[in-house]
C-alpha cells in the first residue's frame, strides 16, 4: 500500500487495557511497515481520556520509538476523543503535511465505521494492521499477529458496531452531536 502518511487511530484503555494495548501495538507496527515502504510520516492524535493514566498517542510515541522509528517521523497531538474528531484530524493533517495518500490504521471490527466517517476524503484509505503482515519484520509482524482480535472480540465488538451503525442509519450524522457524547462520556484529562 503506498502512502505518503500514516494515522494511528486511538484505542480506549479503560474497558479491558490489555487488549488494548495490543491493538495499539499492532496498529503501530503496521505504521512501522508503512515508513519503511516510503510513508514520510505517522500521527497519532488520541487524548489522555478520562480513566487512562496517559494519553494514547503517548503509548502509540512509546511503542513506535521502540520499532526504531525516528522522532522526527512522529507527530503527537493529545485532542481526539473519538473517530469522528479522528476524521476531522485526519482531512486537517492532510492539509497540513500536503499528503496525496493517508492510511488510517485501526482494528478490523472498526474500520467500516471508521470508513463511513472518512468516506468524504478520498485520499484518505482505512485499513487493518494485518494488511501490512506480509512485509513486517519478525518484531512488527508479532505485534500485529497479538492484535488480531479474537472471535469473542469481534463478536463483542460486532454489536457495538451495529448499534452505532443502527444508531447512524436512524438519526443519521449529527458529528456535533457525537463529540459531544464523546466529550462527556470519555472527558479528557
Request: hydrophobic share 40%.
Amino acid at each position: 500500500m503506498k502512502v505518503d502518511g500514516v494515522m494511528v487511530l486511538g484505542k480506549e484503555l479503560r474497558t479491558d487495557p490489555e487488549r488494548a494495548m495490543r491493538e495499539l501495538r499492532a496498529r503501530s507496527a503496521a505504521a512501522s511497515v508503512a515508513l519503511r515502504e516510503g510513508a514520510r510520516f505517522v500521527a497519532t492524535y488520541e487524548a489522555e481520556l478520562r480513566g487512562q493514566e496517559r494519553s494514547g498517542s503517548a503509548i502509540v510515541h512509546e511503542l513506535l520509538r521502540e520499532l526504531g522509528v525516528q522522532g522526527d517521523r512522529i507527530l503527537v497531538k493529545n485532542w481526539t476523543r473519538c473517530t469522528r474528531e479522528e476524521a476531522q484530524a485526519a482531512d486537517q493533517l492532510i492539509g497540513e503535511r500536503g499528503a496525496s495518500r493517508l492510511a488510517c490504521i485501526t482494528s478490523t471490527y472498526h474500520v467500516p465505521r471508521a470508513r463511513r466517517y472518512m468516506a468524504g476524503n478520498p485520499r484518505v484509505v482505512v485499513t487493518s494492521p494485518e494488511t501490512f503482515l506480509q512485509r513486517a519484520t519478525a518484531l512488527e509482524a508479532a505485534w500485529i499477529e497479538g492484535g488480531i482480535p479474537t472471535a469473542e472480540t469481534l463478536e463483542h465488538e460486532g454489536r457495538v458496531e451495529q448499534a452505532l451503525l443502527w444508531l447512524h442509519r436512524t438519526f443519521g450524522q449529527v458529528p456535533g452531536l457525537e463529540i459531544a457524547a464523546a466529550g462527556m462520556w470519555r472527558r479528557v484529562t
